[in-house]
């Protein structure tokens, strides 16, 4: 088995885009080839079919490579619960919710899951290893405990590609500065650097390759262009107070995103991505929720920590009354728990301990235990069918009330079996991916009602939609890069 490592200069340099477009170009040299990424620190998680947990852009990589999505490929990981406390996640398992200081103490037994996995599970099932990084390879506080980066690529004796971000400026220091903190036996496994996210004309970096050639003897692989149209899921939830996700729109409805200070799953959101006339804005301000032709309430780490800060700031109240005015809201995951009567987690079993009213909007009441659902399975309704999952703590009840369930889901037997909640304008479900298919982003469009026809809704299916893109990448690493370091390597 071989291994090429994506390295990043900083965060959000383009490791996971890069990871996931080398990803399909190797499958589509026919080479057989898998994802990793050693230690993941993401709450943005993708439930595996063996009831695992993985950070989603291995997720998406294992799509690229034509894969089913497992646990071996992202052995370890962290998701930030808030108060410098994570949950671990070890092979897919939930371990504890832990300090970030007690964390390092543990460190020996996580280096320990993942040098099993390379040594014993990778090479006879890949002959490829397309290794990811987190962050930088070189801050050096931190580097003789730094289980993501260097460490697993030299254990495999793999090479590295180091991806800078032009639009953060700096490119020079970022490429230079990164190879010079580099140890000098790391330093001989690189096999280039590439700049990511450039705009404009490329012709105007040309004179740059004298630069870097005179400060560091690392191949300038080429320079790829900022292609926004060519969006994966993102693993770091970098969304911001009052950002416009990505979605063509004319003006028209807008769907207001509530932007939870402890978001996870941001994901689904994506599958509005080819949709045309509507606007999909990630917001926690009163002015937008006011205007939104809906609301939807997304996942989240800590649900009582979130309704808590949802009812001081007074967005709770802004919502509930929105939806008294007839303004459809959705709930997700712990979005959905939040719109029912009660939570109660005495125990603290989900990062805070307490038993709270929440927005009496649905039915239902939640209470938390040491139980962590962890599932995929097929949604239906009205003749559509779609994959979608759930990852969450607590169970909900809806006692003796009648309610209309939002979809149905199939059990071992496929015997479909009702799932959430739809009462008037207000839907609640645990359906990570409840809009993967069309015929719920019309659903949901017809329920708003009163719309122009410029709102289109794209009749792909968002998973069909993934697959193109991912061609795509491969095809632009091909068309923007030289690959002859990489093809020698690998003896393409």
């Not at 235990?369 to 003749?383: D, E, N, W």
Request: hydrophobic share 35%; with cysteine; glycine share 8%.
């Amino acid at each position: 088995m071989k291994a090429i490592s994506i390295l990043g200069t900083s965060s959000n340099a383009g490791k996971s885009w890069m990871a996931t477009a080398l990803c399909s170009w190797l499958r589509q040299q026919g080479v057989n080839v898998a994802p990793f990424k050693s230690q993941n620190m993401s709450n943005n998680a993708y439930a595996t079919l063996e009831g695992g947990e993985i950070g989603v852009a291995q997720a998406v990589q294992a799509e690229a490579c034509g894969r089913r999505p497992i646990a071996e490929m992202n052995p370890i990981l962290l998701k930030p619960s808030g108060d410098s406390r994570s949950q671990l996640v070890r092979m897919g398992s939930p371990v504890a919710h832990i300090a970030a200081k007690d964390y390092y103490q543990t460190l020996d037994k996580s280096w320990q899951t993942i040098t099993h996995t390379l040594d014993h599970y990778w090479p006879k099932h890949c002959d490829v290893l397309v290794m990811e990084g987190a962050g930088s390879p070189v801050e050096l506080n931190l580097m003789e405990r730094d289980i993501a980066n260097l460490k697993p690529i030299r254990h495999v004796q793999g090479k590295w590609i180091l991806v800078a971000d032009i639009e953060r400026g700096g490119i020079f220091p970022q490429v230079i500065g990164t190879w010079n903190l580099l140890p000098t036996a790391d330093q001989a496994n690189g096999l280039g650097f590439i700049v990511n996210k450039f705009r404009g004309d490329p012709e105007l970096f040309a004179n740059a390759a004298p630069h870097f050639q005179r400060h560091t003897p690392l191949t300038h692989l080429g320079t790829l262009p900022l292609t926004p149209e060519l969006y994966i899921d993102d693993e770091d939830s970098l969304v911001t107070a009052d950002s416009t996700a990505h979605s063509r729109s004319n003006g028209n409805p807008t769907i207001a995103w509530i932007r939870f200070p402890r978001l996870s799953n941001s994901q689904d959101q994506l599958p509005w991505i080819p949709d045309s006339g509507i606007q999909q804005q990630w917001t926690i301000s009163p002015n937008v929720l006011q205007n939104a032709s809906a609301i939807i309430l997304p996942g989240t780490k800590d649900t009582l920590a979130d309704l808590q800060w949802l009812k001081e700031i007074g967005l709770a109240a802004l919502i509930q009354q929105k939806a008294s005015s007839g303004t459809p809201i959705i709930g997700i995951c712990g979005g959905y728990q939040m719109l029912g009567k009660t939570i109660s987690d005495p125990s603290g079993h989900s990062g805070t301990a307490a038993s709270v009213n929440a927005l009496g909007l649905l039915p239902h009441h939640t209470v938390y235990s040491t139980t962590k659902t962890v599932t995929r399975q097929t949604a239906t309704h009205s003749g559509a069918n779609w994959e979608t999952y759930e990852i969450h703590m607590g169970q909900t009840s809806h006692g003796n009330t009648q309610h209309s369930p939002l979809i149905h889901i199939q059990d071992s037997q496929n015997i479909p079996q009702p799932e959430g909640i739809e009462h008037n304008k207000i839907w609640g479900t645990y359906q990570h991916g409840l809009f993967d298919h069309p015929s719920q982003r019309q659903r949901l469009i017809n329920l708003i009602g009163g719309l122009s026809a410029s709102v289109t809704i794209s009749p792909t299916n968002w998973k069909q939609h993934r697959t193109d893109i991912y061609d795509a990448m491969g095809n632009a690493l091909e068309q923007h890069l030289n690959l002859d370091p990489i093809k020698a390597y690998l003896n393409l």
